[in-house]
């Protein structure tokens, strides 16, 4: 679908703010994907290749991000979870 990461990055900040009718094809088509997410009962979890591909797009979004009010969905709560791990010493 969409070739670069950066570009793709810079695709799902535009789609979080974006709320008009908008006429960018790579917008239209991350939007798809995020009410695909939300909508999903398979999930990720369940095998779903949409939602995997929503799910790594927020989370390489979220290692980037820098932004403590940020307008990307779910973005704070990964990036949370990310401190949560990383305080916690790694048991195997
Ligand atoms: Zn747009
Ligand atoms: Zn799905
Ligand atoms: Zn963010």
Do not use: Y
């Not at 994907?33 to 929503?54: E, I, P, Q, Y």
């Not at 799910?55 to 307008?71: F, G, P, Q, T, Y």
């Amino acid at each position: 679908m969409m070739k670069k990461l950066s570009k793709v990055l810079e695709v799902l900040l535009h789609s979080a703010r974006c709320r008009s009718r908008c006429s960018d094809p790579h917008c239209h088509l991350m939007k798809k994907l995020f009410s695909h997410s939300k909508a999903c009962t398979v999930r990720s979890s369940g095998g779903c290749r949409h939602c995997k591909k929503a799910w790594l797009i927020l989370i390489m979004h979220a290692r980037n991000c820098k932004e403590s009010d940020c307008v990307v969905p779910r973005c704070r709560d990964l990036k949370q979870h990310a401190k949560s791990l990383a305080q916690k010493p790694a048991v195997v």
